[in-house]
């Protein structure tokens, strides 16, 4: 039995004739995401599907983990096989958990595989995945080749080479790939030794000596250049909440010299050198008409003992409740009053903030660019179809739906591509679903139009990049 059907999650005529019609084959503009860059040069053939599918992907361990399956299945030193064959067991347990939908999509449209996947037939799918796996079609560029991806944005360190970005966009693959600048590290300054080893391949990576502020401010200047220099427009910040209480450059200079001598930083030192920073990034993403993006409210590796043994982004990381409106609503302001707030997305990550950051984003419109300020679309916990449409409808009550730069992967896996689809088939379903209720024109050239804006077209015009080939 087919359990993604054509009509999957559409469920009146109207969703179905805005997504098979128009949402369905338009190309991807994947703004925001964590993909290997070098697999992408390299053109990387994955040699089973643990490879390309588990790799990485912290979804799938807390899954596990919530299953019982012992810690060397998801990150230890089991075979690639047997971490298959755990996951598969676990994918049964996973029903109304957004990763059963994601799997049999993901399943569906890079294997035409229709099984249920479970214990029984996991043995099967291994090995048809794996002989498709060595086809051209779904190496790395294969991949973003079939689902006609134009951009990739990667997720990258100021201090990370950009040679491997230049590379592939001289390649002549129908994909754009650009970096995206994100300096959390340089806010970091509490952890003086990795701040300090940081700041010193920032000098090596930018060529500019950081013995002072000023010095510390060009090199990061010079790297923002570089990253512009090969398509770059978009910068990120992965912050608990915005910083807003901002010094004089004396004191910011002051607490500078303390770091770099390896002084002991307390927090508001820290507050303050953060405030400033992001001041400065705020002006570096406006000089150049880039779109900063602001990821708010993660409350980050929890589990202490797992965390000194694995590292961070291992599935251990919660919704956080942090205060998010006077710290937004003071940053945003004074970008704004200093005439250098840049094009920004907002994403959050609790739900009870939806309708704050939704009223936050209408506070600094302003003309001359539609859509300016954007509420993100749902983000890590809230990628998920219920917390869509939260965000969805929080953004339609209290802003213009028809400006939303719609959807992207976040994520590090090729295999993520159908969250677009699936975002398209939400997003149609639920204007279907207005439509039969008479809340909205029954107007099919209308709402497609709408469907075609958010799926593509605002993306497209929204970020200035220079397309690839796959183009509407």
Known sequence: MTFI??????HSE??????HGYARDLPIIDYHCHLPHADV????????????????????WRAMR????????CTGDASPKEKFMAFAATVPKTLRNPLYHWCHLELKRYFGIDKLLDASTAEEIWAETEAQLASPELSAQGILEKFKVTVVCTTDDPVDPLDTHAAINASGIGTRVYPTFRPDKALAVENALAWNNWVNKLESASGVKCANLEGFLNA?????????????????????RAYATFPSDEEAAAIFDHARAGGHIEGMEKELFASYLMHFFGRLDHEKGWTKQMH???MRNNNEALFRQLGPDIGCDSIGDFPQGVPLSRYLGRLAGDGILPKTVLYNLNPADNYLFGTMVGNFQEGGVAGKMQFGSGWWFLDQKEAMIWQM???????LLSRFVGMLTDSRSFMSYCRHEYFRRILCNLLGEDVERGEVPN??????????????GNAAEYFGFELGKYRA
């Open 5 to 10: 059907t054509d009509d999957f999650l559409l």
């Open 14 to 19: 109207m969703a179905r004739k805005l997504y």
């Open 41 to 60: 040069a390299k053109n990387r053939v994955f040699q089973n599907i643990t490879e390309i599918w588990l790799e990485g992907d912290h979804y799938k």
């Open 66 to 73: 919530a299953n019982g399956v012992d810690e060397r299945f």
């Open 220 to 240: 990061l200047r010079a790297r923002h250049d570089a990253f512009h220099a090969v398509g770059g427009r978009l910068s990120d910040h992965g912050l608990e």
């Open 296 to 298: 708010l409210g993660a």
């Open 393 to 399: 409808n929080a953004l339609s009550n209290l802003g």
């Open 443 to 456: 107007n099919e050239k209308l709402l497609g139009q709408l469907v075609t804006d958010v799926c593509y």
